[in-house]
């Protein structure tokens, strides 16, 4: 059974920057194989699609995080980042990990990411 689990949230002011990671259980094989994407929800909202990235290291972005955000994955460590630059209080939300491949549709448990104005 793969486990995601994230990290690297905390508080930050406006235009400073923070890094997340979600680092999966399991095999190297299968995590290579597998898409991941990073969500958040604001208290009060429903939950967004922030970033992705495929197996062949394509990506998207919401068009609200689009040259502040980079997704990036390092199979070797079966992890995923999140580089998040430029952050706006708008961005504050707990971000999820999200993995789905063969048979594998994975939630981690969240992160928070706090941007004070």
């Known amino acids: 059974q793969v486990q995601l689990v994230e990290s690297g949230g905390g508080l930050v002011q406006a235009g400073g920057s923070l890094r997340l990671s979600c680092a999966a259980s399991?095999?190297?094989?299968?995590?290579?194989?597998?898409?991941i994407e990073w969500h958040r929800q604001a208290p009060g909202k429903q939950r967004e699609l922030v970033a992705g990235i495929r197996s062949g290291s394509i990506t998207n972005y919401a068009d609200s995080v689009k040259g502040r955000f980079t997704i990036s994955r390092d199979n070797a460590k079966n992890t995923v980042y999140l580089h998040m630059d430029s952050l706006k209080p708008e961005d504050t939300a707990v971000y999820y990990c999200?993995?789905?491949?063969?048979?594998?549709?994975?939630w981690g448990q969240g992160t928070q990411v706090t941007v004070s104005s």
């Open positions: 399991g095999s190297t094989f299968i995590f290579a194989l597998s898409a």
């Open positions: 999200h993995l789905t491949g063969i048979r594998l549709d994975v």
